[in-house]
Nanobody, 127 residues
Framework: QVQLVESGGGLVQAGGSLRLSCAASGRIFSNYVMGWFRQAPGKEREFVAAIRWVGASTAYADSVKGRFTVSRDNAKSTFYLQMNSLKPDDTAVYYC????????????????????WGQGTQVTVSS
């Protein structure tokens, strides 16, 4: 099991930026996939971005491409979501998650396959 602790949410004006962090503890293997999801009130949890623990492979939802960047620092066991040009529609609780796998797989875009989750952090974008 991987324990995840998020930080970095807050209130920002439209057009602003925030960086979310997710500190991971426990054994992390190279094929693990680290994901970011979000859930707005009354909506289902949706995929935002993902990155492998080793390698350069990333994935993004169409709604955030060109504005959000996912990255990681293996030495710190932390992965990040840099969010630029934020819009009111980005308002949601953001969750980090880990898909534990021994196989090299495409990052799952559905939340169900992910095994471990952070507690969530609120991001509010005002217009």
């Amino acid at each position: 099991q991987v324990q995840l602790v998020e930080s970095g949410g807050g209130l920002v004006q439209a057009g602003g930026s925030l960086r979310l962090s997710c500190a991971a503890s426990g054994r992390i293997f190279s094929n693990y996939v680290m994901g970011w999801f979000r859930q707005a009130p009354g909506k289902e949890r949706e995929f935002v971005a993902a990155i492998r623990w080793v390698g350069a492979s990333t994935a993004y939802a169409d709604s955030v491409k060109g504005r959000f960047t996912v990255s990681r620092d293996n030495a710190k066991s932390t992965f990040y979501l840099q969010m630029n040009s934020l819009k009111p529609d980005d308002t949601a609780v953001y969750y980090c998650a880990v898909k534990r796998t021994i196989w090299y797989i495409d990052p799952p875009l559905d939340p169900a396959p992910y095994d471990d989750w952070g507690q969530g952090t609120q991001v509010t974008v005002s217009s």
